[in-house]
């Protein structure tokens, strides 16, 4: 199906397990992007990606990795999870038509991560 | 830097009345954009409007509108005659440049208002 979709939908894990999560779009879309969301502080920037092996970090990228091999997909990894990784992870991604040109961003159905 | 409030929290109405959501942003970019997302109780976020520095015309798309004010930085969000299925958070985002090539933004995200239309 085209659109961007994210693996798993749900997940549980311990603390200190490693966890990824995937994230596919059919677009063909340059960039790529990584949200957590939280009650009270909205969505924030963990990572981010402008075009296959190239990666840069946002606003909250600590104990995350992240890699891109191919321009569809964009995995999350939580090396060692923690309880304050609770959230709902987004994966957007967005085109890139020129300089200052800003363009939506269109998001995944979330992660839900709960850590115990 | 750059920041996008948006004051309401919980808004409450009645269905068929008309409902603004407000949206103020601070940036320093001559050129930036603004976004308007709406998260319905299913989760997902969805794109409604996207609005560039330049274009302070105001945007109507059936019984939504925009109303884009550079001199007060606001961009506010009406839904008309408002229905049951317009219950969601929604939130308003404004572009940022990201550190690589300054071609593409992040997007700085308001807190969200959540949105409650009762019958």
């Known amino acids: 199906d085209a659109g961007i979709t994210q693996s798993p939908r749900y997940k549980i894990t311990e603390t200190g397990r490693q966890v990824t999560l995937m994230c596919h779009q059919t677009w063909s879309h340059s960039y790529m992007f990584w949200y957590r969301q939280d009650l009270g502080h909205g969505l924030r920037l963990i990572y981010y990606s402008a075009a296959a092996d190239i990666t840069d970090k946002g606003e909250v990228p600590d104990g995350y990795v992240v890699s891109r091999s191919k321009t569809e997909n964009f995995p999350l990894t939580l090396e060692s999870a923690t309880r304050s990784q609770t959230s709902v992870y987004f994966c957007?991604?967005?085109?890139?038509?020129?300089?200052?040109?800003?363009?939506?961003?269109?998001f995944g159905p979330g992660t839900r991560l709960t850590v115990t | 830097a750059q920041k996008v409030t948006q004051a309401q929290t919980e808004i409450s109405v009645v269905e068929k009345e008309d409902v603004t959501l407000d949206c103020v942003y601070e940036t320093r970019d001559t050129t930036y954009y603004l976004f308007w997302y709406k998260q319905p109780p299913s989760g997902e976020l969805v794109f409604l409007i996207r609005r560039n520095s330049f274009d302070e015309q105001n945007e109507i798309s059936g019984r939504y509108s925009w109303n884009f004010q550079k001199s007060t930085s606001s961009f506010n969000f009406t839904i008309t005659a408002s229905q049951v299925v317009d219950s969601a958070v929604y939130f308003c985002a404004l572009s940022a440049v990201l550190n690589y090539g300054g071609s593409q933004g992040n997007l700085i995200f308001g807190k969200g208002t959540k949105l409650s239309v009762k019958p």
């Open positions: 957007a991604s967005s085109e890139n038509r020129g300089t200052g040109l800003f363009y939506e961003q269109y």
